[in-house]
């Protein structure tokens, strides 16, 4: 497991755990029931706040990537979705660019409302 955190990117730093950890999970890199290290460890050997890495966690865990079970620890979680993986990964991407863009947050979801709307059949 490799997390890269960029001092000047657009991603808070939390986003750019849980981005590399969901990419690193979804393309089968951290295989299912591969243990995450702890909270603290890992906020302590990336230089960042025990809460900045925990946020990310319950992000992945609120996505179904990973598990907690407690003092067991984090997991990766089994029966991923590829299609919420694939989606989450591109609404990630679209995010991004959206910041570098200066785009506002509600701009950028009324233009996705708009394309999912113009893509319905009928």
Do not use: F, K
């Not at 050997?45 to 079970?69: D, I, K, S």
């Amino acid at each position: 497991m490799r997390i890269v955190i960029e001092a000047d990117s657009v991603l808070p730093p939390y986003e750019q755990v849980r981005s590399q950890l969901a990419e690193q999970v979804g393309d089968g890199r951290l295989p299912v029931g591969t243990r995450l290290p702890p909270v603290r460890q890992l906020a302590a050997e990336l230089g960042l706040a025990v809460n900045t890495v925990a946020r990310a966690y319950r992000e992945l865990e609120a996505a179904g990537l990973v598990e907690t079970r407690g003092r067991h620890g984090t997991v990766v979680a089994p029966g991923r979705d590829d299609a919420t993986d694939r989606l989450h990964a591109a609404a990630t991407a679209y995010a991004a660019e959206a910041l570098r863009l200066g785009v506002p947050a509600d701009r950028a979801l009324a233009l996705v409302r708009a394309a999912l709307a113009a893509a319905r059949p009928g």
